[in-house]
């Protein structure tokens, strides 16, 4: 399966931005990067994904890099309710598209 | 828009008991997906379904867990019989036939308690 590396935890205060990174070094052309969170209690809840280009959504930005084996996740302006696993997660072609989670990242925000 | 609805929400068993979820997914989503998320980590696939096909079920523990997915729509997972390590949240994800430039959406899970 399709890995990534992520770190464990990070922290962030409260209106601050925050850039999660995630490490797909045997990514190939047709593999799409996902990022999905959850919150405590719930079902993973998707945020955001891209191809190639950098994508922006209401939620966050992904910055894609050139060589494609590294992304990061930017949340402009954290706030409590960002307090979340963040899971970075190749979706792979030729594995009809399954989703495969790592251990993710646990984000804290402080106040 | 209705969401990928699952019950129960929770259930507690006694080992060797069996038990049964069942998962709605949003209409018109072709594809979906049951996880097994033990405490304190990442979700793992069990198995995925595109319309009423098993697309991947190498994670499924064949000899206690199976999943079916009549008419391409609804789809249940029964444990039978159920061990102490099946303990876990169980959820169900659906998205459409868009492949993987589509987002999957997940259901709140079936918290499963096995004593």
């Known amino acids: 399966d399709a890995k990534t590396t992520q770190p464990n935890s990070m922290e962030s205060n409260e209106e601050e931005p925050v850039h999660l990174p995630c490490n797909h070094s045997?990514?190939?052309?047709?593999?799409?990067i996902h990022w999905y969170r959850q919150l405590p209690s719930q079902g993973p809840e998707y945020v955001i994904h891209?191809?190639?280009s950098n994508v922006n959504n209401r939620m966050a930005s992904l910055a894609i890099a050139e060589d494609r084996k590294s992304s990061t996740l930017i949340l402009h302006r954290a706030t409590l309710r960002d307090a979340a696993v963040y899971y970075c997660i190749l979706r792979v072609y030729n594995q009809g598209g399954k989703l495969i989670f790592g251990q993710g990242t646990e984000l804290s925000v402080k106040p | 828009e209705a969401g990928v609805a699952q019950s129960p929400r929770y259930k507690i068993i006694e080992k060797r008991q069996s038990v049964a979820f069942w998962c709605n997914p949003i209409s018109g989503h072709a594809t979906l997906y049951w996880y097994q998320q033990i405490l304190g980590q990442g979700p793992k696939l069990l198995i995925q379904f595109q319309n009423n096909g098993v697309v991947d079920d190498s994670q499924l523990p064949k000899d206690r867990f199976s999943a079916e997915r009549l008419k391409g729509v609804d789809s249940t997972l029964k444990i039978q019989p159920a061990k102490l390590e099946d303990s876990a949240v169980y959820l169900c994800?659906?998205?459409?036939?868009?492949?993987?430039?589509?987002?999957?959406?997940f259901g709140q899970g079936t918290r499963l308690t096995v004593v």
């Open positions: 891209g191809l190639t």
């Open positions: 994800a659906s998205s459409s036939p868009g492949g993987m430039n589509t987002e999957a959406f």
């Open positions: 045997t990514i190939s052309g047709t593999d799409y």
